[in-house]
């Protein structure tokens, strides 16, 4: 289903691995940036994922997600959220229908 990143990357990092490495590497730089102009950063990398999937590269569209994941984690350690948890609802089931798959009404 997901050719090539899980065939080149280290072992899979569970997200409150990501957002302590995040923390580990950048907390310093990103609380004293500020919430505001790392949500600015996180919404630049968004638009940047956006042209990476124009392109049709697709080792720039990995790097994309890659950087607007980080720039997420980044964003929830200014914030003080647990990212794991907060994406817990996800884990089993649609949050909305409690159903897998969804089994919502096409929005
Ligand atoms: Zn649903």
């Known amino acids: ?4 990143a899980s065939d080149r990357l280290p072992p899979p990092m569970e997200i409150r691995d990501l957002q302590a490495s995040m923390a580990h590497l950048y907390m ?11 949500f600015r950063w996180l919404t630049e990398e968004i638009g940047e994922l956006a042209k990476a999937m124009r392109t049709g590269d697709r ?3 990995e790097h994309e997600f890659g950087d607007v994941l980080a720039w997420l984690a980044s964003l929830a350690n200014v914030e003080g959220v647990d ?5 817990a609802r996800y884990a089993d089931a649609c949050p909305r229908c409690g159903e897998a798959p969804c ?4 929005a």
Do not use: I, Y
């Open 28 to 38: 310093e730089r990103d609380q004293t940036r500020g919430r505001d102009a790392t």
């Open 103 to 106: 089994a919502c009404p096409p």
């Open 83 to 87: 990212l794991e948890g907060a994406v």
């Open 59 to 61: 080792a720039n569209l």
């Open 1 to 4: 289903m997901f050719e090539n």
